[in-house]
């Protein structure tokens, strides 16, 4: 009898302990705008883009825009949808370097780190 009073009291503040952790976890994975500027550096290292200025991230319209420069002064530009999977374009001076999915290009970063 005990134990099922114990069980019962326990159950919950664990539960609740789980929910603060995941939480916790919100600053560190970020929240959407996170996910696309994350995506933006990913492509641009895998690129090999030789960045001045990283990339901002800002809310315009519907959409994210996130600008920055390279050492040789082209513009750097991304815009993705505000929505998942993020489908974004990101181009650097008049050349585009990826079109697709935000979440892909981190799903995919996970995995090689894996």
């Known amino acids: 009898m005990r134990w099922r009073t114990l069980a019962a009291c326990v159950m919950p503040v664990m539960a ?3 929910c603060s952790q995941i939480n916790a976890l919100t600053p560190v994975g970020g ?3 996170t996910t696309v500027r ?3 550096y990913d492509v641009l290292v895998q690129e ?3 960045i001045l200025v990283a990339p901002q991230c ?3 319209a519907q959409e994210f825009v996130c600008t920055g420069s ?3 002064g082209s513009v750097i530009r991304a815009v993705a ?3 998942a999977p993020y489908p974004m374009t990101l181009d650097v001076a008049d050349q585009n370097l990826f079109t697709g999915n935000a979440s892909d290009v981190l799903d995919a970063a996970l995995r090689e780190a894996s």
Do not use: H, Q, R, Y
Request: without cysteine; glycine residues 10%; charged residues 25%.
């Open 70 to 72: 390279t050492l040789d």
């Open 48 to 50: 090999g883009v030789e």
């Open 81 to 83: 949808e505000t929505t």
């Open 31 to 33: 929240d959407s705008i």
């Open 38 to 40: 994350n995506a933006v």
């Open 58 to 60: 800002t809310t315009e």
């Open 16 to 18: 609740l302990a789980g």
